[in-house]
């Protein structure tokens, strides 16, 4: 694949690191609680409609359906492309047994943050420049306190903060900008660090100075297509710069 080195300097002063595959390694774990929850959903399906078992592949359809995406919408497309498209609260059910089971694999095991990411948040720091940590998932906080990486941020916004202050229950720019705006750092003085097309997006629409996107499984030219200024395969391709630069693609 095809990715680029990103130079961050001029007028950016603060960075927005997306939680999930920018952060933190949690791809293994959420596949695995996944396949732990639709295998005897599909096995049950299977015999009660006289069809073959086909059990969820842990990598294709993981990445195909549910990597860098809301659970719902991944749940619902996975399962459309089984069979009939199932009701809202067997949706719901799923994701929430999900979401129990990878809470205590992490728990109980604890999870990794990418170690080229905590060199570039340390670097940014002694750069003097502001870091936030988001998430629309509600435990990203505890994810992070788990990898022992929470108090690294200055700022924090995961879905515990969403119920009545107005923030989206899924990646939106208002997201980013609330974050930028607890950092008192403007979007246009602000790059946005994402995996999914989703967050590139809300990065792009936003308004924010520079977005970088992510791509560990082969998705840039999706990342491209959703705004990214330029794509990496890890965050050991950013430099940052000391003395006013220009932001640029090599």
Do not use: N
């Not at 049950?44 to 059990?55: D, K, Q």
């Not at 998430?135 to 879905?159: P, Q, W």
């Amino acid at each position: 694949m095809r990715t680029d080195q990103c130079v961050l300097g001029g007028d950016i002063a603060a960075i927005i690191f997306g939680v999930d595959g920018v952060v933190l390694d949690t791809a293994r774990a959420a596949a695995a609680a996944w396949k732990s929850v639709l295998d005897p959903f599909l096995r049950s399906h299977a015999t009660g409609r006289e069809a073959g078992f086909r059990p969820f592949e842990v990598r294709a359809d993981y990445l195909r359906y549910f990597h860098g995406r809301p659970r719902s919408g991944g749940v619902r497309e996975f399962l459309a492309s089984r069979g009939p498209a199932p009701p809202a609260e067997i949706v719901l059910d799923l994701v929430e047994r999900q979401e129990r089971l990878f809470l205590t694999e992490i728990r109980r095991h604890g999870i990794a943050p990418f170690a080229s990411t905590v060199d570039l948040i340390r670097a940014a720091r002694r750069h003097r420049l502001r870091t936030a940590a988001i998430s629309v998932d509600r435990y990203a906080s505890e994810l992070l306190t788990s990898a022992g990486v929470a108090d690294m941020f200055d700022v924090r916004l995961d879905g515990l903060d969403a119920p009545g202050t107005g923030l989206p229950g899924h990646l939106e720019p208002c997201l980013l900008i609330e974050a930028a705006l607890r950092m008192r750092t403007p979007p246009a003085r602000t790059a946005v660090i994402e995996q999914s097309p989703d967050g590139v997006a809300a990065g792009r629409h936003g308004g924010f100075g520079f977005v970088v996107g992510v791509d560990r499984v082969g998705r840039g030219a999706a990342l491209r297509a959703y705004g990214a200024d330029v794509v990496i395969e890890d965050l050991t391709q950013v430099t940052l710069l000391r003395t006013p630069a220009l932001i640029g693609r090599h």
